[in-house]
């Protein structure tokens, strides 16, 4: 079974840019969730969707970092402009369930920003 | 806020027990324990849950006490590939459902 994808892994940008993160994930998993997390912490949600919509998006700062999930599959989580406290790694995960046990973790996208 | 305490760090030798604790004294009674870890650039993996009742799988035991207020994750025989940070988690209740986690406890497994 193929797990949860994300592109691009790692992505410098410089402050103000705008860049977007993308994350498949598993087959038939209803819920997917994005976590941001910063070097030597723990991950933070930033939001969670079922199927389409959003479930929770109480964590994400949307001034300036904004998601969704086009037909309740593919999810994308853009970052414009952004600023030097955005570097981190950006985690997506997915579950099967709407009460979820388990979560699935993509390896994560790395971003940079100078 | 997380709603649990762990060491910051803790190393044991390859082959032992690795026991793991977690204080999470403020759980109510329809939150479950979790337990992610961490490898070195990758994404959390899911090792564990339990309510109340003692829980084993093919990775590792969960010990929780009878009051719930703290549990132990138990690596039986410990190995270089489970250095790792360890998160403990308690599952918020509510439609949310979601994981809040700490900053865990990294454990070193030495040879």
């Known amino acids: 079974e193929a797990g949860v994808a994300q592109s691009p892994r790692y992505k410098i940008i410089e402050k103000r840019q705008s860049v977007a993160f993308w994350c498949n994930p598993i087959?038939?998993?209803?819920?997917l969730y994005w976590y941001q997390q910063i070097l030597g912490q723990g991950p933070k949600l930033l939001i969670q969707?079922?199927?389409?919509?959003?479930?929770?998006d109480s964590q994400l700062p949307k001034d300036r970092f904004s998601a969704e999930r086009l037909k309740g599959v593919d999810s994308t989580l853009k970052i414009q402009p952004a600023k030097l406290e955005d570097s981190a790694v950006y985690l997506c995960?997915?579950?099967?369930?709407?009460?979820?046990?388990?979560?699935?973790f993509g390896e994560g996208s790395r971003l940079t920003v100078l | 806020d997380a709603k649990t305490t762990q060491p910051p760090s803790m190393d044991c030798a390859e082959g032992r027990a690795a026991n793991l604790p977690c204080n999470h004294s403020?759980?109510?009674?329809?939150?479950?324990v979790y337990w992610y870890r961490q490898i070195h650039s990758q994404g959390p993996q899911y090792i564990i849950h339990?309510?109340?009742n003692n829980e084993t799988n093919e990775m590792a035991s969960l010990i929780i006490t009878e009051d719930r207020k703290s549990s132990t994750l138990i690596l039986p025989h410990a190995t270089l590939r489970d250095t790792a940070v360890y998160y403990c988690?308690?599952?918020?209740?509510?439609?949310?459902?979601?994981?809040?986690f700490g900053t865990g406890t990294r454990l070193q497994v030495f040879p």
């Open positions: 969707f079922q199927n389409n919509g959003v479930v929770d």
């Open positions: 403020t759980i109510s009674g329809n939150e479950y």
């Open positions: 995960a997915s579950s099967p369930y709407r009460q979820g046990r388990e979560l699935f």
């Open positions: 988690i308690v599952r918020v209740a509510g439609d949310t459902d979601k994981l809040i």
């Open positions: 087959s038939g998993h209803a819920t």
């Open positions: 339990g309510l109340k």
